[in-house]
């Protein structure tokens, strides 16, 4: 995405995001909806409720990445509800997480977008079960939340690379999870099948990955500075 269209983009949103009901109240109306979309999702695949694409994942919640990267960005609502309310700014762990959150939903859009969705249907992107809640609705507020609303002081390359923990931690919960099972009959995603694929190709996934986050966290950090009046410096 140039950096003309990202400006175009944020004059266009920022008018509507800034006007009429006062920041506090889009931000307790963006928090909620965030908590409350990944809770029903999450909730709905664990018990059926409402069939979904994906309800094999019922009884290994925690082995995908996008419950993992929905699961913190309701933490980091909930937090940012606390401290709305405290009156006072995100404290820069919190920052930290919401950023975290915002670059892996972001990274799960992009995953089911240019991945699984030819794989597998679109369906899996706009699935009421759930997956158009963990896919596309919590990324898009994720985003909108971190660049327009979070009240937090600015972010720079440090933070950029420790939101990059999370991530980390999941690779390596995932890798050694399969590494035990002894086969990929768990991988959550295809080029998680580290059994059957060359030890290069898992490596080369793996750095892929990170170097993509890392730089949309990085992109976050710069655009926030535009975009979000707490963050101007």
């Known amino acids: 995405m140039c950096p003309h269209y990202i400006h175009f983009l944020t004059a266009r949103l920022n008018p509507y995001l800034m006007s ?10 963006v928090e909620s909806l965030i908590i409350v979309f990944v809770l029903y999702a999450l909730i709905n695949m664990y018990f059926g409720f409402i069939q979904t694409v994906e309800f094999a994942v019922s009884t290994n919640i925690l082995l995908y990445y996008t419950n993992w990267s929905n699961i913190l960005a309701a933490i980091g609502a909930a937090l940012s509800l606390y401290y709305l309310h405290k009156g006072t700014k995100l404290p820069r762990l919190v920052a930290i997480l919401k950023l975290a959150s915002t670059m892996m939903l972001t990274v799960t859009f992009l995953v089911v977008v240019l991945i699984l969705c030819p794989q597998g249907g679109i369906q899996i992107l706009i699935d009421v079960g759930g997956m158009i809640f963990l896919h596309l609705f919590v990324p898009i507020l994720a985003v909108l939340d971190f660049l327009f609303l979070a009240n937090m002081d600015a972010l720079g390359k440090k933070e950029a690379v420790l939101s990059l923990v999370p991530m980390m931690i999941y690779a390596v919960g995932i890798i050694t999870v399969l590494l035990i ?4 009959d768990l991988a959550p995603y295809p080029f998680l099948r580290i059994h059957s694929q060359p030890v290069y ?7 892929g990955l990170f170097l993509l986050g890392y730089a949309l966290s990085y992109g976050y950090t710069k655009l926030g500075k535009r975009t979000n009046p707490s963050m101007k410096e």
């Open 20 to 29: 009429g009901l006062d920041l506090r109240k889009k931000t307790i109306i």
């Open 181 to 184: 099972a002894g086969n990929d």
């Open 201 to 207: 190709v898992t490596m080369l996934w793996t750095a």
